[in-house]
């Protein structure tokens, strides 16, 4: 049986051809079909220009499908079907809709989602997606690439600021940092607190400290001193950001948004670096706490 459109196209234009030849043949007149010995050049004459242009005419639609860039005809129509169903698929979803509002507004916000993804933009839904991504796009770095790396610290109390850097997804995150800088990643971290006294947990100064002796730089950045709000974002050398929801000044990341768009990125680079020019290293921190 034959499936592809264009071979029943060309049976059909062979047809045609043959049927025409016929047809020709028996126009002319029947006593040249056996009395005239130039009925046969008459047939030549008048119809192997027609048969010319048929013969020529199967190859090239036979095969012009099939070229190079050009899909064939037979994934058109099979196209086509799959854009009908598609169709007839958001027809009963609305049916359902009008019956139930959660099956539409459950409808409405996957497409949401699929416009984003179609522009790069990635929605991770709480904090533990936020680290686990996190984790994963630093193992996707190599020597030489660049990670640009924020942590707004909480503002609540020091028991919240321990319980931060002890979160089992915030450990997991520091392991990550450690292995890409021993690959050859640069990375530098800054980390953000409203003021000055909230960096006071002698826990937390060691914790940062130690950070700064695992070949990555550590700064340090009080937001009242530089009159500038709170952010938490990952920069993934020039390839992607993850902007973490800081929720206003409180430094508790919620949840958090991928961006691949490249003026995204450019923008969170440049934000980074400006900030981090304003920032002291950790080390400078303590020895000014030390001589004051």
Known sequence: MIRDPTRWLAAILALVAAAGLVALYA??????????????????????????????????????????????????????????????????IYKYGAIDSIFRKRYEGLRLEMDQLADGIFKLADLDDVYEDDIRSMENLHKGDELLSTCPVVEVSDEARLE??????????MKAHKTAAQRGVNVTRIYLFRCRDDFSPEELRKHLLS??????????????????????????????????????????????????????????????????????????????????
């Open 211 to 292: 950070l700064s002796e695992r070949n990555f730089a550590i700064k340090i950045c009080f937001c009242d001193e530089l009159r500038i709000e709170p952010f938490d974002f990952l920069v993934f050398d020039n390839s992607k950001v993850s902007v973490g929801d800081t929720r206003g000044f409180t430094g508790i990341v919620k949840s958090g948004t991928i961006y691949l768009d490249k003026n995204k990125i450019n923008e969170c680079i440049e934000h980074h670096k400006r900030v981090s020019v304003l920032c002291q290293s950790i080390e400078e921190i303590l020895r000014s706490d030390e001589s004051s």
């Open 164 to 173: 931060q850097i002890n979160h089992l997804g915030y450990v997991g995150s």
């Open 27 to 92: 126009s002319l007149e029947p006593q040249s079909h056996n009395q005239s010995p130039n009925w046969f050049v008459q047939l030549l004459v008048h119809g192997l220009p027609d048969a010319i242009v048929v013969l020529i005419a199967i190859p090239i639609v036979y095969f012009i499908f099939e070229l190079p860039g050009i899909d064939p005809l037979g994934k058109k129509f099979d196209q086509i079907s799959s854009f009908v169903k598609e169709i007839e698929k958001v027809q009963r």
